[in-house]
């Protein structure tokens, strides 16, 4: 099965801090992979998909980027709404696996 | 809108079995793969089962940890999907989310509790 490895698991940053939250797939997945932030209590919410590309609704400071088996999710300008859980998904192949999370929260 | 909604979730003991099922709306369910995803008490996101289209033969996949165990199936007359589970764990404790289109539409959830 491939791994994904997500880092880091919290993440403390300010308002209006750029951030940067990262997944390593452990075989290739081409840009089979997705990002979504989980609030607590509710269900997670698609941010990402095609590695790049932003789901409908989704502010435009949010940002998803590869670098080789690197994937990252990028908030240009943090703002109170966004602290919440973020998790990779990569859906090259069955099954497919999600990174363990990042939790963002204020400094 | 689309909506999924969940049901069938509830306290069972340790072996015993249980069906959730999920009632989709607002899309064309048939030619939707399905999922469902499951989050443990404090934990992160668990992908558990997927279900392709029957252009696809229904394929069925399944997460390691639940294999042998879990089945998934799904109506395309009723726009519902299921997920029997049997021979339950501790484990298995967890909310039980339906997604459909790869994570673009996601269900409420259903807690599902497996303890003696």
């Known amino acids: 099965d491939i791994q994904m490895t997500q880092s880091p698991s919290s993440l403390p940053a300010s308002l209006g801090d750029r951030v940067t939250i990262t997944c390593r797939a452990s075989?290739?997945?081409?840009?089979?992979l997705r990002w979504f932030q989980q609030k607590p209590g509710k269900s997670p919410r698609l941010m990402i998909y095609g590695a790049t590309n932003l789901a409908a609704g989704v502010p435009s400071r949010f940002s998803g980027s590869r670098s080789g088996s690197d994937y990252s999710l990028t908030i240009s300008s943090l703002e109170s709404e966004d602290m919440a859980d973020y998790y990779c998904?990569?859906?090259?192949?069955?099954?497919?696996?999600f990174g363990a999370g990042t939790k963002l929260e204020l400094k | 809108a689309v909506q999924l909604v969940e049901s069938g979730g509830g306290l069972v003991q340790p072996k015993e079995s249980l069906k959730i099922s999920c009632a989709a709306s607002?899309?064309?369910?048939?030619?939707?793969?399905m999922y469902w995803v499951r989050q443990a008490p404090g934990k992160g996101l668990e992908w558990v089962a997927r279900i392709r289209t029957k252009p696809n033969n229904y394929a069925t996949y399944y997460a390691d940890s639940v294999k042998g165990r879990f089945t998934i199936s799904r109506d395309d007359s009723k726009s519902m999907v299921y997920l029997q589970m049997d021979n339950l764990k501790t484990e298995d404790t967890a909310m039980y989310y339906c997604t459909a289109d790869s994570g673009g539409y996601w269900g409420q959830g259903v807690m599902v509790t497996v303890s003696s």
């Open positions: 998904l990569q859906s090259k192949e069955s099954p497919n696996t």
């Open positions: 607002g899309f064309t369910f048939s030619n939707a793969a």
């Open positions: 075989q290739d997945i081409g840009n089979y």
